[in-house]
């Protein structure tokens, strides 16, 4: 059973830095996407970050790019979203997901359907 933990969210001031992580148990494939996600009310739960399980290929929302890092150094460790320069627009539930098992794709090929389990999720919140 795919089992995902997130850990880190909490307050911080506009401009500062917060780092999210996420540990993955139960795994036995390692040819498979990771993902962060954010939510706020009334809001759909988009996709900020992605990575590919063995730490290769990642990918960033527009809103994001060049604050936020994701990174991970193999299939075994956690996966980490580096977050910096943060804006209240950040605010938001932080969600890790993961894909089935699958090879490599474009970015646009990779939309919410394509992660199948997703941990409980640790809040994040951006004060001005």
């Known amino acids: 059973q795919v089992r995902l933990v997130e850990s880190g969210g909490g307050s911080v001031q506009a401009g500062g830095s917060l780092r999210v992580s996420c540990t993955v148990s139960?795994?036995?494939?390692?040819?498979?996407?990771m993902g962060w996600f954010r939510q706020v009310p009334g809001k759909e739960r988009e996709r900020v970050a992605a990575?590919?399980?063995?730490?290769?290929?990642?990918y960033y929302a527009d809103s994001v790019a060049g604050r936020f890092t994701i990174s991970r150094d193999n299939a075994k460790k956690p996966v980490y979203l580096q977050m910096s320069s943060l804006k209240t627009e950040d605010t938001g539930m932080y969600y890790c997901a993961t894909t089935g098992p699958m090879t490599w794709v474009p970015s646009a090929q990779l939309g919410r359907s394509r992660f199948l389990y997703w941990g409980q999720g640790t809040q994040v919140t951006v004060s001005s």
């Open positions: 139960g795994y036995t494939s390692t040819r498979y996407y």
């Open positions: 990575i590919y399980a063995d730490g290769d290929s990642p």
